[in-house]
């Protein structure tokens, strides 16, 4: 077993690499649903650009990007979900960025 710096034990299924088993259980669950036509086109680990990329002063800054633990449909809603054990000062301000550019478009779901 591998852990990080939140304690959280690293596993892997179905080839893909989850961060705790609170979020494995998450996809799991998600995982039936989607079976049973409740849900549609789950995605992994989606990357939501919250600002481009720029150049300042010839000094190129990168994209600041959120990346959730999972995407999905459910109806005709788009639903974002993001599992949380430990809420870093940057998950809090990217959090806060995500909402303000997609809120209106985007059901967000933290567990």
């Known amino acids: 077993m591998k ?5 959280n034990v690293k596993v892997t ?10 979020e494995l259980k998450q996809y799991q669950e998600l995982k039936l649903l989607l079976k ?4 549609k086109e789950l995605t992994l680990q989606p990357e939501f650009v919250l600002q481009q990329s720029f150049k300042l002063n010839g000094v190129t800054h ?7 633990d999972f995407k999905y449909i459910q109806g005709k809603e ?18 806060k960025l995500f909402l303000k550019k997609f809120g209106e478009q985007i059901t967000f779901i933290e567990t």
């Open 36 to 39: 049973a036509g409740v849900i």
């Open 78 to 95: 788009i639903v974002v979900v993001d599992v949380k054990g430990f809420k870093t000062d940057i998950y809090r301000l990217k959090k």
């Open 3 to 7: 852990y990080n710096k939140y304690s």
């Open 13 to 22: 299924v179905d080839g893909y690499k989850f961060d705790s088993k609170k």
């Open 62 to 68: 990168r994209k600041i990007s959120y990346v959730a």
